[in-house]
């Protein structure tokens, strides 16, 4: 059987970052592959500020007939670097593409960039069946691949509507160069991943799961949810599960009956989630918090009612209000994704929507930069508004800093962006009871370390 390495690049090589978490996209494929006969390994390149070389060092060392790489959009210049030193050294092994930016962006890595010579083939969109397939010689929907005419040629993408359940569980123990994974926003003890569904059926302006998983929400069970949970406690004694669907809640009826499968089969877990502000109801957050949930991640993204309309939100100002006071109220902390530098804003009115913010008074609060992804409405509105110097700005990210997708708007420069990101971050932490607050909930040595480090970096953008 052929030897396959799965490989999370560096967005870029040298630098160590604050925190990791386990790739849950890759864990998946690994899992998938072990069904089929396949005897997988992972490595996670992005935490430890690997060079180049070193990154490929210890890809070659797995002795891999086959290198499947994630590629984020902002991993994508580091991957081609890593693909082309591995074809140099090793021509004979095949390196595979996968992830959201070929999903975003379907042949153009193979197609357009010089650098793309260097990849076999990419599969796009969920990859579980169709990588095994690919393994076996077959043709798979969503399949690239350059034909002996030298011709790329791309198979008609589709994204599956099995059932969720079916799927291995990721198994952390596929990892084989991180023993665990702690985050800054659980107090103590080694953390996993988690998805309990897939696919989003809103259309905000920004986001790009419904490219990545469609527009249909797949929920597992309760049951299948918990068993994965007691997998990871038996099998590395996880304590912390962080939930990476774009809205965990979305069907209150299942939410419910996750938190009753919890608390009827004893199964102790701290873990946080992600929502929507107009998803919440009373009783489910109570039987949420008493089921072990101890953070609500809201995607807030702005506090200007005429911003909101333009990235297609659907929320409102009161409804950010309302959630917040109500999981404050439950004892769930909150945390308000953020974001500057959207179509519409100017810095003035960024201003007053930050104040608004702060009255709502989240827990904690992320400040990003708006950045414009392919495969996103953003992206295309960005690209015929002239907003971005340079539409294939991720080409080369890793290359010039000054390569990035962030908005060039009229009365909002990239420069003041960059500013008022930093001194958001300043104006929401920096304050007395505010320190307080966040001691209370997030005391681990990681999150002082990662507020430190923010406070003090020249750009505002963490990594999740």
């Given at each position: 059987?052929?030897?396959?390495?799965?490989?999370?690049?560096?967005?870029n090589?040298?630098?160590?970052?604050?925190?990791?978490?386990?790739?849950?996209?890759?864990?998946?494929?690994?899992?998938?592959?072990?069904?089929?006969?396949?005897?997988?390994?992972?490595?996670d390149?992005?935490?430890?500020?690997?060079?180049?070389?070193?990154?490929?060092?210890?890809?070659l060392?797995?002795?891999?007939?086959?290198?499947?790489?994630?590629?984020?959009?902002?991993?994508?210049?580091?991957?081609?670097?890593?693909?082309?030193?591995?074809?140099?050294?090793?021509?004979?092994?095949?390196?595979?593409?996968?992830?959201?930016?070929?999903?975003?962006?379907?042949?153009?890595?193979?197609?357009?960039?010089?650098?793309g010579?260097?990849?076999?083939?990419?599969?796009?969109n969920?990859?579980?069946?169709?990588?095994?397939?690919?393994?076996?010689?077959?043709?798979?929907?969503?399949?690239?691949?350059?034909?002996?005419?030298?011709?790329?040629?791309?198979?008609?993408a589709?994204?599956p509507?099995?059932?969720?359940?079916?799927?291995?569980?990721?198994?952390?123990?596929?990892?084989?160069?991180?023993?665990?994974?702690?985050?800054?926003?659980?107090?103590?003890?080694?953390?996993?991943?988690?998805?309990?569904?897939?696919?989003?059926?809103?259309?905000?302006?920004?986001?790009?799961?419904?490219?990545?998983?469609?527009k249909?929400?797949?929920?597992?069970?309760?049951?299948?949810?918990?068993?994965?949970?007691?997998?990871?406690?038996?099998?590395?004694?996880?304590?912390?599960?962080?939930?990476?669907?774009?809205?965990?809640?979305?069907?209150?009826?299942?939410?419910?009956?996750?938190?009753?499968?919890?608390?009827?089969?004893?199964?102790?877990?701290?873990?946080?989630?992600?929502?929507?502000?107009?998803?919440?109801?009373?009783?489910?957050v109570?039987?949420?918090?008493?089921?072990?949930?101890?953070?609500?991640?809201?995607?807030?993204?702005?506090?200007?009612?005429?911003?909101?309309?333009?990235?297609?939100?659907?929320?409102?100002?009161?409804?950010?209000?309302?959630s917040?006071?109500?999981?404050?109220?439950?004892?769930?902390?909150?945390?308000?994704?953020?974001?500057?530098?959207?179509e519409?804003?100017?810095?003035?009115?960024?201003l007053?929507?930050?104040?608004?913010l702060?009255?709502e008074?989240?827990?904690?609060?992320?400040?990003?930069?708006?950045?414009?992804?392919?495969?996103?409405?953003?992206?295309?509105a960005?690209?015929?508004?002239?907003?971005?110097?340079?539409?294939?700005?991720?080409?080369?990210?890793?290359?010039?800093?000054?390569?990035?997708?962030?908005?060039?708007?009229?009365?909002?420069?990239?420069?003041?962006?960059?500013?008022?990101?930093?001194?958001?971050?300043g104006?929401?932490?920096?304050?007395?009871?505010?320190?307080?607050?966040?001691?209370?909930?997030?005391?681990?040595?990681?999150?002082?370390?990662?507020?430190?480090?923010?406070?003090?970096?020249?750009?505002?953008?963490?990594?999740?």
């Amino acid at each position: 059987m052929k030897k396959v390495v799965l490989v999370w690049p560096p967005n870029n090589f040298g630098i160590k970052k604050a925190y990791s978490m386990p790739s849950l996209g890759l864990l998946y494929l690994s899992s998938s592959l072990r069904t089929h006969g396949y005897s997988p390994e992972v490595l996670d390149l992005g935490f430890f500020g690997y060079s180049l070389d070193v990154c490929v060092e210890k890809i070659l060392a797995t002795q891999p007939d086959y290198v499947g790489i994630s590629v984020m959009t902002d991993r994508l210049y580091a991957s081609l670097l890593i693909a082309q030193k591995i074809k140099t050294l090793r021509p004979d092994i095949q390196v595979l593409f996968g992830g959201p930016h070929i999903n975003a962006t379907g042949d153009d890595v193979m197609n357009n960039l010089e650098l793309g010579v260097h990849v076999d083939a990419c599969l796009m969109n969920e990859s579980e069946e169709t990588l095994p397939a690919f393994l076996n010689g077959d043709s798979p929907p969503g399949l690239i691949y350059r034909a002996s005419s030298g011709v790329v040629i791309q198979n008609p993408a589709v994204i599956p509507d099995s059932d969720l359940d079916n799927l291995a569980f990721p198994d952390l123990r596929d990892i084989s160069n991180v023993p665990a994974y702690y985050t800054p926003f659980f107090k103590k003890g080694p953390m996993t991943t988690m998805m309990a569904t897939r696919g989003c059926p809103y259309a905000c302006s920004f986001c790009d799961v419904p490219t990545n998983m469609g527009k249909k929400y797949r929920y597992r069970s309760a049951e299948n949810l918990v068993e994965e949970i007691r997998f990871h406690q038996r099998t590395k004694g996880i304590n912390n599960v962080l939930f990476k669907d774009s809205i965990f809640n979305l069907r209150k009826d299942d939410t419910i009956a996750l938190c009753q499968e919890l608390l009827r089969t004893g199964t102790k877990i701290n873990w946080i989630c992600n929502s929507r502000v107009d998803t919440m109801d009373p009783d489910m957050v109570r039987i949420m918090a008493s089921a072990g949930c101890k953070v609500i991640n809201f995607g807030v993204e702005s506090m200007d009612t005429d911003v909101l309309k333009l990235m297609n939100k659907k929320q409102t100002l009161a409804g950010v209000a309302s959630s917040i006071k109500l999981c404050t109220d439950l004892g769930i902390a909150t945390t308000a994704y953020y974001m500057v530098g959207n179509e519409g804003e100017t810095y003035s009115s960024y201003l007053r929507g930050l104040g608004n913010l702060i009255n709502e008074n989240p827990t904690l609060a992320l400040f990003s930069i708006a950045t414009a992804y392919p495969g996103t409405d953003q992206y295309k509105a960005a690209v015929s508004k002239g907003y971005l110097k340079d539409p294939k700005w991720y080409n080369n990210f890793s290359q010039r800093k000054s390569a990035n997708g962030y908005l060039e708007l009229p009365g909002f420069t990239i420069e003041q962006q960059i500013k008022a990101a930093k001194m958001s971050t300043g104006r929401f932490f920096l304050r007395p009871s505010k320190i307080l607050e966040v001691f209370s909930h997030f005391i681990s040595p990681q999150f002082l370390l990662m507020g430190g480090k923010f406070l003090l970096r020249k750009n505002n953008q963490y990594e999740y």
